[in-house]
Protein backbone atom coordinates (compact mmCIF):
# COMPACT_ATOMS: atom_id res chain seq x y z
CA UNK A 1 0.00 0.00 0.00
CA UNK A 2 1.20 3.54 -0.64
CA UNK A 3 1.80 5.12 2.57
CA UNK A 4 2.69 8.92 0.87
CA UNK A 5 -0.46 11.48 2.22
CA UNK A 6 -0.70 14.89 0.80
CA UNK A 7 -0.75 17.44 3.78
CA UNK A 8 -3.85 19.83 4.28
CA UNK A 9 -1.58 22.67 4.08
CA UNK A 10 -0.39 21.76 0.39
CA UNK A 11 -4.27 20.47 -0.32
CA UNK A 12 -5.80 23.84 0.37
CA UNK A 13 -2.81 25.49 -0.64
CA UNK A 14 -4.80 26.78 -4.30
CA UNK A 15 -7.64 28.27 -2.17
CA UNK A 16 -5.22 30.22 -0.27
CA UNK A 17 -3.86 31.61 -3.07
CA UNK A 18 -6.92 32.38 -4.83
CA UNK A 19 -8.40 34.18 -1.36
CA UNK A 20 -5.29 35.86 -1.64
CA UNK A 21 -5.78 37.21 -4.96
CA UNK A 22 -9.36 38.56 -4.46
CA UNK A 23 -8.25 40.14 -1.04
CA UNK A 24 -5.35 41.91 -2.52
CA UNK A 25 -6.69 42.75 -5.75
CA UNK A 26 -9.71 44.23 -4.34
CA UNK A 27 -7.57 46.24 -1.88
CA UNK A 28 -5.52 47.34 -4.63
CA UNK A 29 -8.31 48.91 -6.70
CA UNK A 30 -9.82 50.53 -3.36
CA UNK A 31 -6.62 52.15 -2.55
CA UNK A 32 -5.96 52.61 -6.14
CA UNK A 33 -9.23 54.86 -6.24
CA UNK A 34 -8.60 56.59 -3.06
CA UNK A 35 -4.34 56.86 -2.88
CA UNK A 36 -4.96 61.16 -3.44
CA UNK A 37 -6.76 61.33 -0.79
CA UNK A 38 -5.54 59.23 1.61
CA UNK A 39 -2.06 60.49 1.29
CA UNK A 40 -0.91 58.08 4.01
CA UNK A 41 -1.33 54.84 2.02
CA UNK A 42 1.39 55.45 -0.17
CA UNK A 43 3.30 53.43 2.22
CA UNK A 44 0.86 50.30 1.89
CA UNK A 45 -0.20 50.14 -1.53
CA UNK A 46 3.30 48.97 -2.68
CA UNK A 47 2.93 46.14 -0.18
CA UNK A 48 -0.62 45.40 -1.50
CA UNK A 49 0.82 45.38 -5.22
CA UNK A 50 2.91 42.69 -4.14
CA UNK A 51 1.13 40.77 -2.47
CA UNK A 52 -1.41 40.42 -5.32
CA UNK A 53 1.14 39.52 -7.85
CA UNK A 54 2.62 36.80 -5.20
CA UNK A 55 -0.86 35.38 -4.99
CA UNK A 56 -1.87 35.48 -8.28
CA UNK A 57 2.22 33.63 -9.33
CA UNK A 58 1.40 30.65 -6.72
CA UNK A 59 -2.26 30.52 -8.05
CA UNK A 60 -1.04 29.87 -11.38
CA UNK A 61 1.44 27.52 -10.66
CA UNK A 62 -0.81 25.59 -7.82
CA UNK A 63 -3.37 25.53 -11.37
CA UNK A 64 -0.68 24.93 -13.80
CA UNK A 65 0.65 21.79 -11.38
CA UNK A 66 -3.15 20.44 -10.88
CA UNK A 67 -3.69 20.85 -14.71
CA UNK A 68 -0.38 18.85 -15.39
CA UNK A 69 -0.59 15.96 -12.90
CA UNK A 70 -4.22 15.93 -14.71
CA UNK A 71 -5.71 16.37 -10.86
CA UNK A 72 -7.57 19.43 -11.67
CA UNK A 73 -10.74 17.74 -11.70
CA UNK A 74 -10.08 15.48 -8.75
CA UNK A 75 -9.31 18.38 -6.91
CA UNK A 76 -12.78 20.17 -8.18
CA UNK A 77 -14.45 16.84 -7.46
CA UNK A 78 -12.77 16.79 -4.04
CA UNK A 79 -14.08 19.83 -2.78
CA UNK A 80 -17.89 19.02 -1.70
CA UNK A 81 -16.91 16.07 0.12
CA UNK A 82 -14.40 17.64 1.72
CA UNK A 83 -16.83 20.13 3.59
CA UNK A 84 -18.62 17.31 4.07
CA UNK A 85 -16.61 16.01 6.15
CA UNK A 86 -15.86 19.15 8.23
CA UNK A 87 -19.42 19.85 8.92
CA UNK A 88 -20.02 16.01 10.00
CA UNK A 89 -16.50 15.92 12.17
CA UNK A 90 -16.93 19.64 13.46
CA UNK A 91 -18.12 20.03 17.26
CA UNK A 92 -20.55 22.79 17.60
CA UNK A 93 -20.87 25.13 21.10
CA UNK A 94 -23.84 24.34 23.05
CA UNK A 95 -26.67 26.34 24.33
CA UNK A 96 -26.67 26.93 27.27
CA UNK A 97 -30.17 25.96 29.07
CA UNK A 98 -31.05 29.07 31.38
CA UNK A 99 -29.25 31.93 29.86
CA UNK A 100 -29.98 31.02 26.27
CA UNK A 101 -26.45 31.08 25.61
CA UNK A 102 -23.61 29.41 24.15
CA UNK A 103 -20.97 27.84 25.93
CA UNK A 104 -17.35 27.82 24.93
CA UNK A 105 -15.36 25.27 23.53
CA UNK A 106 -12.96 23.41 26.27
CA UNK A 107 -9.27 23.60 24.67
CA UNK A 108 -9.61 19.96 23.73
CA UNK A 109 -12.47 20.95 21.26
CA UNK A 110 -10.75 24.09 20.19
CA UNK A 111 -8.12 21.58 19.35
CA UNK A 112 -10.29 18.81 17.54
CA UNK A 113 -11.69 21.32 15.50
CA UNK A 114 -8.47 22.54 14.18
CA UNK A 115 -7.56 19.58 13.13
CA UNK A 116 -10.81 18.43 11.66
CA UNK A 117 -10.69 21.66 9.72
CA UNK A 118 -7.57 20.38 8.43
CA UNK A 119 -9.06 17.09 6.96
CA UNK A 120 -10.10 16.17 3.19
CA UNK A 121 -11.31 13.51 0.81
CA UNK A 122 -9.07 12.91 -2.17
CA UNK A 123 -11.23 11.52 -4.65
CA UNK A 124 -9.12 9.54 -7.22
CA UNK A 125 -11.01 7.29 -10.62
CA UNK A 126 -10.83 4.34 -8.82
CA UNK A 127 -9.70 5.05 -4.95
CA UNK A 128 -10.80 7.48 -2.63
CA UNK A 129 -8.77 8.75 0.66
CA UNK A 130 -10.16 10.29 3.81
CA UNK A 131 -7.21 12.20 5.69
CA UNK A 132 -7.82 13.97 8.78
CA UNK A 133 -4.73 15.16 10.82
CA UNK A 134 -4.89 13.36 14.59
CA UNK A 135 -4.44 16.05 17.50
CA UNK A 136 -1.72 16.47 19.83
CA UNK A 137 -3.98 16.55 22.81
CA UNK A 138 -4.84 12.97 23.86
CA UNK A 139 -8.11 14.08 24.93
CA UNK A 140 -8.71 15.30 21.42
CA UNK A 141 -7.49 12.49 19.79
CA UNK A 142 -10.01 10.38 22.14
CA UNK A 143 -12.60 12.11 20.81
CA UNK A 144 -11.68 11.99 17.22
CA UNK A 145 -11.12 8.31 17.33
CA UNK A 146 -14.90 7.79 18.54
CA UNK A 147 -16.23 9.71 16.04
CA UNK A 148 -14.46 7.69 13.18
CA UNK A 149 -16.24 4.64 13.07
CA UNK A 150 -19.67 7.26 12.54
CA UNK A 151 -18.12 8.63 9.84
CA UNK A 152 -16.90 5.42 8.13
CA UNK A 153 -19.98 4.66 7.93
CA UNK A 154 -21.28 7.82 7.11
CA UNK A 155 -19.35 8.05 4.21
CA UNK A 156 -19.69 4.27 2.97
CA UNK A 157 -23.66 5.43 2.40
CA UNK A 158 -22.98 8.92 1.12
CA UNK A 159 -21.04 7.81 -1.59
CA UNK A 160 -20.04 5.14 -3.91
CA UNK A 161 -16.90 3.74 -2.30
CA UNK A 162 -16.76 1.07 -0.71
CA UNK A 163 -14.38 1.53 2.65
CA UNK A 164 -12.57 -2.35 3.19
CA UNK A 165 -10.77 -1.96 6.21
CA UNK A 166 -10.69 0.98 9.05
CA UNK A 167 -8.70 4.19 9.78
CA UNK A 168 -5.18 3.53 9.82
CA UNK A 169 -2.39 5.97 11.80
CA UNK A 170 0.29 7.24 8.75
CA UNK A 171 2.39 10.03 10.86
CA UNK A 172 0.01 12.53 12.25
CA UNK A 173 -2.83 11.60 10.02
CA UNK A 174 -5.54 9.19 10.02
CA UNK A 175 -5.94 7.71 6.84
CA UNK A 176 -8.95 5.84 5.60
CA UNK A 177 -9.15 4.18 1.39
CA UNK A 178 -11.26 2.77 -0.31
CA UNK A 179 -12.33 2.07 -3.85
CA UNK A 180 -15.03 2.85 -6.11
CA UNK A 181 -17.86 0.13 -5.80
CA UNK A 182 -18.90 -0.65 -10.37
Not at 94 to 118: G, H, M, V
Not at 132 to 140: F, G, K
Request: aromatic share 14%; with cysteine; charged share 15%.
Amino acid sequence: MNKKIIDPFFMFLPAIFTVGLVVSGVLWLFLAQLYGILAILKIVLPIIKLSAIVSSVGFFACFAILVITKNFVTYIKSISPTLYVHENLKIYAKISDYRNSPQSLTYSQKAYNSCSFNSYIWLGENEVKVVIMLPRNNEAQELLISKLPNLRRDLASRFSYSFGGKFEQIGGFMVLTGSRIN
